[in-house]
């Protein structure tokens, strides 16, 4: 199914922040657009990083998607990763740091 927009994510050691910048994401995507998908791509993380995104995925089924990647490709592989799979008519990449406001 087409959606409104697709934001693209990759992920790298991010467990700490993941769930509460995607919360934060989500909320202030929910105020703009019906219908809309995150698209997290673990770039062979060495924290727990996969296991959030997968906890994502089953809290937000039908928002967020979670790719991982068999081993570190580097960011714009990683980005590449998810415009593969992404279905929006506007497509959006950002860092999973959380310095910049969604």
């Given at each position: 199914m087409i959606k409104d927009l697709s934001i693209i994510i990759p992920v790298y050691n991010s467990e700490k922040i993941l769930e509460?910048?995607?919360?934060?994401?989500i909320q202030t995507l929910k105020e703009k657009y019906n219908n809309f998908e995150i698209i997290l791509i673990n770039d062979a993380s060495k924290d727990n990083s996969w296991k959030i995104?997968?906890?994502?995925?089953?809290?937000?089924?039908?928002?967020?998607?979670?790719?991982?990647l068999r081993k570190n490709v580097g960011q714009h592989n990683a980005i590449f990763a998810g415009l593969k799979n992404c279905n929006g008519k506007i497509i959006v990449t950002m860092d999973d740091d959380g310095q910049n406001l969604p």
């Open positions: 509460i910048f995607t919360d934060k994401l995104v997968q906890k994502l995925c089953q809290k937000n089924k039908l928002i967020i998607k979670g790719i991982n």
